[in-house]
């Protein structure tokens, strides 16, 4: 059955812990809804992941609906969450609605994230007063880099700790269902998770939260370049695949693919008449 944006409130209520993690193509998405993953969320990490962008920042909304069509149409049963792509939201509220209702219209998700606190609840309220579920992200936020100079843990310090607390608060008042925290010690985010109603769903944010999100090819091996910290690997797909391509271009170049039971066959005779057709064909052009 297709869960619901009620599975966030019912999990947390029942202490039962929410899973999440990124897709960005069809046959993904079916692997991770066959999984029985509860939420696949199309992050704008797709800019990092599937386009090879050094960060975050020139993912379009383009982009989002162009990869989100395709994960919601693999996802029979989990809960399609959409990022919103940097600078889509921050400019108005008016920006914000048009550009979510863009990305729920064209790709038929479910949800949609955006990042920020305080700054961003305006923007919160309009999507969420048009009748589409929002996701808040705190902590790290990787398309404020620029500004927090680097990809740091977030909240170390007394004031910083206290305005995370302080934008989930107001996240929560402006509507989201759920919180997506980033980077943030782990006795932070089990604060905040006491501290509001909504469920907190944590990648680099320790076990307190009320679930759990890992980008899939992080949790797979097949990210080639740096893994944070936080990652657990639960396969090495990278070496897998290149082992599966290795052994692929030597069977072709020894010609032992493909083989008998991978071909077509057709009659001997019917081989036979065709070479007789060729042979006695005149040449088109036969003036030489
Ligand atoms: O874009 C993304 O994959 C994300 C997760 C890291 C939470 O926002």
Do not use: W
Request: with cysteine.
């Amino acid at each position: 059955m297709k869960k619901t944006v009620s599975l966030f409130g019912e999990a947390k209520s029942k202490n039962e812990k929410i899973t999440m993690v990124t897709a960005y193509d069809y046959t993904s998405a079916r692997l991770v809804d066959l999984s029985g993953v509860d939420v696949i969320l199309v992050g704008d990490s797709l800019g990092n992941v599937m386009l090879g962008y050094q960060n975050v920042l020139p993912v379009t909304i383009g982009d989002m609906i162009h990869h989100g069509k395709a994960v919601v149409k693999g996802a029979h049963e989990a809960f399609v969450v959409i990022d919103m792509p940097f600078m889509s939201y921050q400019i108005s509220p008016e920006q914000a609605l048009e550009n979510a209702g863009k990305i729920i219209k064209e790709t038929n998700g479910n949800a949609i994230k955006l990042e920020g606190g305080k700054n961003v609840c305006p923007q919160v309220k309009a999507i969420v007063n048009a009748g589409i579920p929002v996701i808040g992200h705190l902590g790290l936020t990787p398309q404020s880099f620029n500004a927090l100079g680097g990809y740091k843990v977030q909240g170390k310090q007394v004031q910083a700790a206290t305005n995370l607390v302080n934008d989930a608060l107001a996240l929560q008042a402006a509507g989201v269902c759920a919180i997506v925290l980033e980077c943030v010690p782990s006795k932070l985010a089990g604060l905040i998770t006491q501290v509001v109603d909504v469920a907190t769903i944590g990648i680099g944010a320790g076990s307190d939260c009320d679930g759990q999100v890992l980008v899939f090819q992080d949790l797979l091996g097949l990210n080639l370049n740096h893994t944070p910290k936080f990652v657990k690997k639960y396969a090495n797909l990278a070496q897998d695949v290149q082992d599966a391509l290795g052994n692929y271009c030597q069977d072709v170049r020894n010609q032992e693919f493909p083989s008998a039971p991978y071909e077509y066959a057709i009659k001997d005779e019917i081989i036979e008449e065709l070479r007789m057709i060729i042979e006695k064909k005149e040449p088109d052009n036969d003036s030489n």
